[in-house]
């Protein structure tokens, strides 16, 4: 910490690297509040990050770092003081730090999570905003080119299941059922192209403009690259540079937006575009977090009820899926890409060991299922609908 003081009072205004320098000392006060809450180091941070905010170029890829940290102080001392205008500061500085197209995904999307975290605690319906941020920058992780195992492990990394349940809740809570169920499609749709390699979006752009899409490819490899070597001690150079490919592909995300059928290209599809899915009749979501489950029911017309499921949590989900997988290991499967269980043969998996404790576990767990949420469905179906389904106890 005294180096870093020393070298941020020996430079000049406009010394191009004396935000780095207040950056780095607002970090170290940052993190010995941290350890010792010290009230001092809090606002010592403070003040330094504010300095490191107001010094650093407005393009420099740095800018969401340095705001996140500063959005995290000013959430600390909310929390301490309860002022308002520190909270308001906070989620400010927040919404600043996710609107800066040039920064890392990945730093974006952890100032997303710090955001969502924070209006939640506070309870401000600010949340569904932030988490709107997040399914913008979502595309953005997955970086176009990375391997299977990188997408898988960006997935897990970056908690996107987590961060959908808790968004589809916050929604839900607030009472914005056509946000919810974006989330869950942009959610959906990524989750499964990136793992089962299914078509994407990118895919239809090389078929029909593979100008593009191979401009594309080089410029997100090449800022990939940048990203996961470089820190705040490399040259301005590599900075520099991450900075002009940043702005080069956002300029080619707007041209490539402008085509055809590319209106949202590696942006979440809008509500009305989704409405057709319940054509033939009612698709059904079920959600599960830490606070509530819920289940929400799309109609033809694209009519949104919601049905509370009361009785569940995800810890009480998470048992239940525990046992259906020790009753699928009992009957020789371990994954869910399976057919029919009844098959004689299936290709590449052992054939299954019927057995009384299998099958009686397995139909618990569909009892379960059909006790606190199908019913609950079903009932709620026949409410709207005014048509009798006949419901037999399981």
């Not at 000392?25 to 504010?50: P, T, V």
């Amino acid at each position: 910490m005294k180096w870093y003081r020393a070298a941020l009072e020996a430079s000049s205004s406009d010394d191009p690297d004396r935000h780095r320098y207040s950056h780095n000392l607002a970090l170290e006060h940052l993190n010995k509040y941290h350890r010792l809450r010290e009230f001092d180091d809090l606002l010592l941070s403070l003040e330094f990050s504010n300095e490191a905010v107001k010094f650093i170029p407005a393009d420099d890829p740095r800018v969401a770092k340095y705001k996140h940290i500063l959005a995290g102080a000013y959430a600390e001392k909310y929390n301490l003081l309860h002022d308002t205008g520190d909270r308001d500061r906070a989620l400010e500085c927040f919404q600043s730090a996710t609107d800066t197209p040039n920064s890392d995904p990945a730093v974006l999307w952890k100032a997303v999570q710090a955001w969502t975290t924070f209006t939640e605690r506070c309870q401000l319906p600010d949340s569904v905003t932030a988490y709107s941020v997040a399914y913008r920058i979502l595309p953005e992780l997955f970086w176009l080119g990375s391997d299977m195992k990188s997408k898988h492990e960006t997935l897990v990394s970056m908690d996107v299941a987590g961060v959908t349940a808790h968004a589809i809740a916050a929604c839900i809570k607030y009472d914005n059922l056509p946000r919810a169920i974006e989330f869950l499609e942009q959610s959906l749709a990524l989750t499964f192209q990136q793992l089962l390699d299914l078509r994407s979006d990118l895919t239809t752009l090389r078929d029909q403009f593979p100008g593009y899409a191979s401009m594309l490819d080089g410029l997100s490899l090449e800022l990939q690259k940048f990203a996961s070597s470089i820190d705040d001690n490399d040259k301005r150079g590599g900075w520099d540079r991450q900075r002009k490919l940043a702005i080069e592909r956002g300029t080619l995300l707007k041209t490539i937006r402008q085509l055809p059928g590319f209106e949202n290209f590696l942006l979440p599809h809008p509500f009305l575009s989704l409405v057709p899915a319940a054509d033939f009749g009612p698709v059904i979501v079920l959600n599960c977090s830490e606070k509530r489950c819920d289940a929400i029911v799309m109609l033809p017309g694209g009519q949104l009820i919601r049905i509370g499921l009361p009785a569940l949590n995800s810890e009480v989900v998470s048992r239940q899926c525990d046992i259906l997988r020790t009753a699928l290991k009992k009957f020789g499967i371990h994954s869910r890409e399976t057919r029919d269980m009844e098959s004689e043969y299936r290709f590449g998996r052992p054939r299954p060991r019927k057995g009384e404790d299998g099958e009686s576990v397995l139909n618990s767990v569909l009892s379960w299922i059909w006790t606190y949420i199908v019913s609950h469905v079903f009932q709620a179906l026949q409410v709207v609908s005014g048509c009798p389904f006949y419901i037999s106890h399981f």
